[in-house]
């Protein structure tokens, strides 16, 4: 059992900046069988999209509408992963998932990117 708590979302405007979090709470036992951990996003309607994903290697992988822009990175002592998001555009709101390679995904983080 994993339980992945995400947080760091909000409302900024137009070429702002926020970090989101998602920390693994599970025993020691299935937090060594995380591999990958990744950022998916949905609005309404839309399909759920990959925004990034890091291996336990350090490999990562971003989606063409974020590179430049986002970095995803992870706190191995912590659990953690992070999704840091600058110069955001308004075309970024949406509510951010993070889930790993267990298929077990969070609650969702809202993002809003307004003026």
């Known amino acids: 059992q994993v339980q992945l708590v995400e947080s760091g979302g909000g409302l900024v405007q137009p070429g702002g900046s926020l970090r989101l979090s998602c920390a693994a709470h599970a025993s020691i036992f299935i937090i060594n069988q995380i591999d990958t951990t990744a950022w998916y996003r949905q609005a309404p309607g839309r399909e759920r999209e990959l925004v990034a994903l890091i291996r336990r290697d350090g490999y990562t992988n971003y989606a063409d509408s974020v590179k430049g822009r986002f970095t995803i990175s992870r706190d191995n002592a912590k659990n953690t992963v992070y999704l840091q998001m600058n110069s955001l555009k308004p075309e970024d709101t949406d509510v951010y998932y993070c889930?790993?390679?267990?298929?077990?995904w969070g609650q969702g983080t809202q993002v809003t990117v307004s003026s």
């Open positions: 889930m790993n390679n267990l298929n077990y």
